[in-house]
């Protein structure tokens, strides 16, 4: 009897350390653990926060409190406003070449003052541009569209131009000399921010331009902000 009531009144103990230790530290329910109190001192607040994998990307909050550099702004550009009215109002382009309004009855025609498509019936002018960041051999010339009026131009300068995004295009970066340092094809959107990004990464590359993958004409360019 006196052997029985020892272990009976070992498991007792036992049975109370546990349940201490589940008031002490928490309880599960729905397959987590909530954090009741901690020893060290940590707000629930916190160890409540979702555990990283290893390998997993960290958070914005994360990436800046540990001191990794954010993602440099770029910069999508249009044919500058101020060039484009310049043009308007002394009735020739930079090549000397007067001014001729037409219609575009179909449409689709890329337009470097606003950086969308043409709709069908919008008066437009075609002109010779050279894009920037080009020089010597390299300082090319071409034709490009643009409204045949002042428009409301390209608002969103930080973002890929979303009525383009459809377009397959080809990415020319130049170097600080403005001579060509690369080209990429891409597919679209998506893509083209891929290499667009990987291009200008690289210390010999100071801009891009986005191009039409059959003539090559200019529709606007892409830099560091």
Known sequence: MAVAEGTRNRAERRLRDVKGRRANYGSVGG?????????????????DLPQRLPGMTAHPSEQITTGTPAERRLVFEPIPPGTLQGIR????????????VQTDTDGGSPLRCCLRESAPGDRVLLIAYTPPGTRGAYAERGPVFIHAERCGGYRTPDRYPPALSHRQQVVRAY???????????????????????????????????LRNVGYGCYNFAVRHG
């Open 89 to 100: 109002t002394a009735g020739v382009d930079e090549a000397g070449n007067l001014l001729t």
């Open 175 to 209: 170097d600080r000399d403005g001579r060509i340092a690369d080209g990429v094809l891409v597919h679209g959107g998506d893509h083209a921010m891929s290499a667009i990004r990987e291009l200008l990464a690289r210390p010999d590359v100071v801009l891009v331009h």
């Open 31 to 47: 397959g987590r653990i909530t954090v009741r109190a901690c020893v060290f001192g940590c707000l629930t607040s916190h160890c």
